[in-house]
């Protein structure tokens, strides 16, 4: 990791309708993230040691505090996943009052802070399985999952002040990757510990939302342009082919996939990545 990450606060008053918010986050995050589902391989062993950790973090708090002011967090390889949490700051679906669905003209997260973790020097998780690495990505998702619900003072740089982060009472993994490799492994963390934490993924819900859309023209075609690890693991294939039985078209979907092997680090603006399809494409 490049340095904690900061928190981003985004007021202190309570939005009404966050959990039911954050179930359908994903839904409109489609177009800043890829599709996936839970890993196809067997997760790591969970060690008691992190679970007794973030277990004994929530129990100081809830000493003297509750759950919901707590903040919610998020991770990616790098910056990419940003762009969920902006879909996130700007979703207004849901009346803040009632929790039904329907705009209400305020940002169902508007009372709400949020800590978000880009492990830019592990970056791009979507390289590892490719090279045969997949344990270590594992490990590498536990340990950002492990960040953002242990309580600590972080420093926000070598030689910044320390700040005081608080664990987190939801975890968005807000990369297709570490959605498909370790989200398994997160929800057996989560367990172990005892917590009451919430866990989504920008998988199985992306999936859903394109289903959808092909549902209203009785199939089609999905086309999955993201890493190789992700198109390695075959979890968005998966996600629609379960999606689309549910939404009685099964046989009238059809996906394909193209793995980009720069494209994480493109995204993030890494000069490397950029040059060379620059240079691909005669531009350069």
Not at 40 to 61: C, K, L, M, T
Not at 104 to 111: C, I, K, Q, Y
Not at 136 to 152: E, H, P
Not at 239 to 244: E, F, N, S, V
Request: proline residues 5%; charged residues 20%; glycine residues 14%.
């Amino acid at each position: 990791m490049v340095g904690p990450p900061e928190e981003t606060a985004v007021g202190r008053k309570r939005a009404p309708a966050v959990w039911v918010a954050l179930a359908a986050l994903v839904l409109v995050a489609l177009g800043a993230a890829s599709f996936g589902q839970p890993p196809v391989a067997r997760a790591p062993s969970v060690g008691a040691g992190w679970a007794e950790e973030i277990r004994a973090g929530y129990d100081q708090w809830l000493r003297h505090g509750t759950l919901r002011q707590l903040p919610i967090g998020l991770f990616d390889s790098g910056t990419g996943g940003m762009t969920v949490l902006e879909q996130i700051l700007t979703l207004d679906a849901y009346h803040n009052g009632t929790t039904r669905p329907g705009s209400d003209g305020r940002p169902d997260f508007a009372g709400e802070s949020f800590v978000f973790l880009a492990d830019q020097a592990n970056m791009p998780y979507g390289n590892y399985p490719a090279e045969g690495k997949t344990e270590l990505l594992k490990r590498l998702i536990l340990a950002d999952a492990r960040f953002l619900m242990t309580a600590g003072a972080h420093k926000a740089g070598r030689d910044g002040p320390a700040r005081r982060k608080l664990p987190a009472k939801a975890v968005v993994i807000a990369c297709n990757t570490a959605t498909a490799y370790g989200k398994e492994a997160i929800a057996a963390l989560i367990q172990r510990a005892g917590v009451d934490v919430q866990l989504t993924g920008v998988i199985d819900a992306g999936a859903r939302d394109a289903v959808s859309l092909l549902a209203e023209n009785g199939g089609g075609t999905v086309g999955v342009f993201a890493t190789c690890g992700t198109v390695l693991s075959e979890a968005y294939p998966a996600a629609i082919r379960h999606w689309a039985s549910t939404a009685g078209i099964g046989g009238r979907v059809a996906v394909v996939q193209q793995g980009a092997l720069g494209l994480a680090g493109a995204i993030d603006g890494r000069g490397e990545y950029v040059d060379q399809c620059c240079k691909h494409l005669g531009i350069a």
